[in-house]
């Protein structure tokens, strides 16, 4: 096929678009030598593409037609879906290296024959972890596994066996390796510390003490990963006893290399139980003998530490050169600096959560002293002048007889027993095991800030608009793709401002009657509880029943023996949340209608037990949505609720499927019978970038399906001058109701939700 | 329907059950005992409270009568009801009522599972006044000195509703209940479960892993009850995997990935 023929179906597919001509000619070159039907087939894949990157589109135009050759029809769109995938969490580079080997690695894992991805198995693996430590001990991606004790690296993809089956035993290996090298004390500095922590890892510092430092650290990790292997035979029996059969076909940097060296016999022995090379020499003996002991049961790291400082002098420079030789594949690096800075910025970070909690809390103590005191002046001036020499001594309440340490559970400041709430407790606890004592000056630093700090922190109210909690990260739904995309949304929850109007008022004042009313018909379906009679089992006799069943008896006919009455109650159990849209278009009327409507519902439902939220949203762009809490699940309907009702007001765009994601998510922490969704908008979703038309429809329908799924029930109500075709696709043709008239909207809301609920 | 009356001695316990103190709890319950105060325990599932209850009524030599509570028990299941027989109307005491005639100790089991108003007929036998009113009778009973109000709650459900009521709270003297410390906890699964000392400790191990899997969403670990209950199967020749899956994985959790994870700490340990 010919490139101007190309070049008009290539406009045909990406119009209204029009690139540029020389990138498409470019692009398009090595396509001209493929058969037509491959062309046909590169070609439909366009549409799902160029809206996704433009520059993408033309790498894959120009690198996809050898790939589609080797693809049978079915994978062609599985590859552009994990094309699309790479492409969103590694770039254009990402997608490049994944297309750059020609789907070779892609065919080899789809036909079940490649190796095994952490992404994989890290859900089975990460409650594991969890699980053995005891702790959340993260699992991240990266070239080899090894761990700087908060977090354990693996690599992204294992392929050393055949089966996945062994790869995955190799995943367990390296994570509970990992995890002992943590918990049998790996890390554990040497008994004598040679260097302070500030500038390097004690352990670095024994090494770099030694001879040869690199050999020093090599032989120490390797002594320690034999008595770590130990130590899990011992700890978890199960997994060494099948790991046996993959420890022997593991790796070594001897079976490549042309003069074996000590470690390389040493790791053959330790991993093949092949000890054969080490017979020729003295020193090859004595690491072997010493390696048994520290597999010894009961063994520390001080013990590898002494067969360091005794093998480390039998070599010579040249015998313990072993820079070619590379750690055993579950081993990795020894991350000692890391672990350094981590413990250090812990360190700080808890100091620093000490200080000021310890200051406000003292604050707390003296507001609440000076509050039931008339003198308080003298008392706050004598506290500080006296800061700065102030004597802390640590107060242990408990007994001492107990072996561990009790406790501290409160602070002698001032002269003056301070009691620890339960946060500063286990903070001290923390710090005095890190660091032996709880030092002085943490104390001093925090009286020091209570003194001066004292109005600055008590007028610390959160700023309007700061983010209240965590950032949460949501899926996109492309239905072009029919995948979604992952982790493609941030939504954050922001608060609103509480505002002073008269627009509350106002609205009580103009919709009294209608208040009355709606408050009467929702007194109605609150729970009720009623007798029922003629039951076989109940509280009390029902007379009447009891009666005519003597009656019956006495005239010789069959007796009910239904005479019992009992009292059954009917309860709501209802939890509704209406999410509002705040979108720039809610301007003027519709604006102000949906705030009617909200107070008008929160009125009714005031007489109601049904717990209810109300959620605005808005936002722009995809790692910008935000939602505004207006009124809590459990919150109560308080002034701050109606004076957030009336700082509702127009913000931005409308992403709706993230918030209608967000809402389910909130919806999974409720336990209640009946779960609705109440979304109120004024139209087609829409967002500042490419998030419009059928693909916004398609997300957000998609939204709604999930939580539906969840057993979610949502409702959508529309105000708009007319109906669309879309709403009835976009939220199903039973679960909306469109309102043309505005100022309808404020007496149908609560008119809706009743129907709804009964 | 017509029901057999309660009868008291079928809630005396004849034989010492098995319990291992793992605190003062025995004291401060007897003390609690002769003083005429009522008991709340509270703790996760399955970690020795019902087991508690029935040892310290065999060293009391009180009958023990256990009521599991639901979210339908109403006042007349705990106080009694009228009952038609024969034609008459005839009253029948509800266990509550009869613990308190024969001064044995009741104990309700699970009490946040009952609605709130059913459990306000127990503030009147909670407190200085040792009274339960029978309303339908019009009978007002006092409690003998040997009559005991036990109530059990399981606080790890973090829900707004199945937490109980301040005023009933504050009624009881409170123990609280957790799992056993490992050394204990071996002792107890040997004993109970019938194993050798090796595979109680290993159990055990297990266990405390699943009770650190709160952040991974497994809100209850496995309680010591579980581990007896796989000691059980092991016992009797099932294997140990399968067992562990059976009375461990499959009791704690559906979710699909978190059985995984626990398959492969099993796999690990034994």
Redesign the interface.
């Known amino acids: 096929m010919d490139l101007e023929t190309l070049k008009i179906q290539f406009y045909e597919r990406v119009f209204p678009s029009l690139p540029n001509e020389w990138d498409v000619e470019e692009a398009l070159s090595p396509l001209v030598a493929q058969e037509s039907v491959q062309i046909e087939d590169v070609f439909a894949q366009i549409p799902a593409i160029w809206p996704v990157s433009h520059s993408l589109c033309f790498a894959y135009l120009s690198m996809a037609g050898p790939v589609f050759c080797s693809l049978a029809a079915e994978e062609q769109s599985l590859w552009v879906h994990t094309l699309l995938d790479r492409y969103e969490t590694g770039g254009l580079h990402g997608a490049q290296v994944f297309m750059a080997d020609r789907g070779q690695h892609f065919v080899r894992r789809l036909r079940g024959q490649g190796g095994l991805r952490l992404f994989e198995v890290r859900?089975?693996?990460?409650?594991?972890v969890?699980?053995?430590?005891?702790?959340?001990i993260l699992l991240i991606a990266s070239d080899c596994a090894s761990t700087d004790t908060e977090c354990i690296t693996l690599p992204s993809e294992i392929a050393l066996f055949a089966s996945n089956k062994e790869n995955f035993l190799l995943y367990?290996l390296m994570v509970?390796f990992q995890w002992a090298s943590i918990e049998a004390g790996l890390f554990t500095p040497p008994r004598c510390p040679l260097l302070s922590e500030e500038t390097s890892h004690p352990l670095e510092a024994f090494f770099g003490d030694c001879t040869l430092p690199t050999t020093a650290r090599q032989l120490y990790h390797f002594f320690e990963t034999g008595r770590l292997l130990s130590y899990l035979r011992q700890?978890?029996?199960?997994?060494m006893r099948?790991a046996a059969s993959i420890l022997p076909r593991l790796p070594l940097t001897g079976d490549t290399a042309e003069t074996e060296n000590l470690l390389d016999q040493l790791q053959r022995g330790l991993l093949r139980d092949d000890w054969t090379a080490l017979n020729g020499s003295i020193v090859a003996q004595g690491a072997f003998k010493l390696l048994r002991r520290c597999e010894h049961k009961g063994a520390d790291n001080q013990t590898s530490l002494d067969a360091v400082r005794e093998l480390l002098p039998l070599l010579t420079e040249e015998e313990g050169d072993w820079a070619g030789t590379a750690p055993l594949v579950f081993q990795g690096p020894l991350r000692l600096q890391e672990i350094r800075e981590l413990r250090m910025k812990r360190r700080r970070e808890r100091e620093l959560q000490f200080i000021k909690s310890l200051s406000l809390h003292i604050q707390q103590l003296r507001v609440k002293a000076d509050a039931g005191r008339e003198d308080d002046q003298e008392s706050r001036n004598t506290a500080a002048g006296r800061q700065g020499q102030d004597l802390a001594l640590i107060v242990n309440t408990e007994n001492e007889t107990r072996q561990t340490p009790p406790p501290t559970t409160s602070l002698r400041i001032e002269n003056q027993e301070i009691p620890l709430t339960e946060e500063l407790t286990k903070l001290a606890e923390e710090i005095r095991r890190d660091l032996g004592v709880l030092p002085e000056d943490y104390i001093t630093s925090a009286t020091g800030k209570a003194g001066h700090g004292f109005k600055a922190t008590s007028a610390a109210a959160p700023a309007e608009g700061q983010g209240s909690t965590e950032p949460v990260v949501y899926d996109e739904w492309d239905y072009r793709r029919k995948g979604y995309r992952k982790q493609w949304c941030v939504v954050t929850e922001k608060a609103l401002p509480t505002l002073q109007s008269s627009f509350i008022e106002q609205t009580l004042q103009q919709y009294k009657g209608q208040i009355r009313r709606l408050r009467n018909q929702f007194e109605q379906m609150r729970t009720s509880e009623r007798f029922v009679r003629r039951q076989?089992?109940g509280?009390?006799?029902d007379l009447d029943a009891?009666v005519e069943?003597?009656a019956d008896?006495h005239a010789g006919r069959p007796p009910s023996?239904r005479?019992f009455i009992r009292?059954a109650r009917e309860q709501r159990d209802i939890a509704a949340y209406f999410l509002v849209d705040m979108s720039n278009s809610t301007a003027g009327w519709v604006g102000q209608a949906i705030k009617e409507a909200l107070v008008l519902i929160c009125e009714s439902m005031e007489v109601l037990n049904d717990r209810y939220g109300i959620y605005g949203f808005s936002g722009m762009r995809r790692l910008r949505c935000e939602l505004f809490p207006v009124k809590r699940l459990?919150e109560r309907y308080s002034l701050a609720v109606r004076q957030r009702i009336g700082a509702i007001g127009p913000k931005e765009y409308t992403r709706m499927a993230p918030a209608i994601r967000h809402m389910t998510s909130l919806f999974a922490k409720v336990?209640a019978k009946i779960r609705l969704l109440i979304v109120l908008s004024d139209g087609k979703p829409e967002d500042y970038d490419d998030y419009k038309g059928e693909y916004a429809i398609e997300d957000t329908r998609h939204a709604l399906l999930e939580a539906k799924a969840k057993g979610i029930h949502p409702f959508c109500i529309t105000i708009d001058r007319k109906a669309h075709d879309y709403m009835a696709h976009m939220y199903g043709e039973v679960n909306s109701i469109f309102i043309d008239e505005v100022r309808h909207l404020p007496a149908r809301m609560p008119e809706i939700y009743r129907t709804l609920t009964t | 329907m017509l029901r057999p009356p309660l009868r008291i001695d079928e809630h005396r316990i004849e034989h010492e059950p098995y319990y291992l103190p793992t605190g003062d709890e025995l004291a401060i319950a007897e003390a609690a005992y002769y003083e005429r105060a009522p008991l709340l325990l509270k703790g996760p599932t399955g970690c020795g409270k019902t087991r508690f209850m029935q040892y310290l009524a065999w060293r009391l030599q009180r009958p023990l009568v256990t009521v599991s509570c639901h979210d339908d028990l109403s006042t007349s299941d705990l106080v009694g009801r009228y009952l038609i027989r024969s034609g008459e109307a005839v009253w029948t005491d509800g266990p509550l009522t009869m613990a308190v005639r024969a001064g044995a100790i009741c104990y309700l089991d699970e009490i946040v599972e009952a609605r709130k108003d059913t459990t306000v007929v127990i503030h009147p036998l909670a407190d200085d006044r040792r009274e339960l009113p029978i309303e339908k009778r019009g009978e007002l009973l006092t409690a003998p000195p040997e009559f005991m109000l036990a109530i059990s709650y399981n606080p790890g459900y973090q829900s707004i509703l199945k937490d109980l009521k301040t005023s009933t709270r504050q009624r009881f003297i409170a123990l609280s209940f957790d799992y056993p410390a490992p050394e204990k906890e071996i002792e107890i699964v040997c004993r109970e479960g019938g194993l050798d000392l090796e595979m109680a400790r290993s159990l055990v191990k297990l266990a405390a892993m699943t009770r650190t899997l709160k952040d991974s969403g497994l809100p209850e670990g496995a309680s010591t009850r579980l581990l007896i209950q796989t000691g059980k199967l092991i016992g009797r020749g099932i294997p140990i995997q399968t067992a562990c899956r059976a009375a461990v994985s499959e009791a704690l959790t559906d979710d699909v990935e978190l059985l995984g994870a626990l398959d492969e700490m099993v796999s690990s340990l034994f």
């Open positions: 859900s089975r693996l990460q409650p594991y969890n699980g053995l430590a005891g702790r959340e367990k509970s700890e978890l029996p199960g997994l099948k076989r089992e509280n009390d006799i009891l069943t003597l008896i023996d005479v009292l459990d336990e």
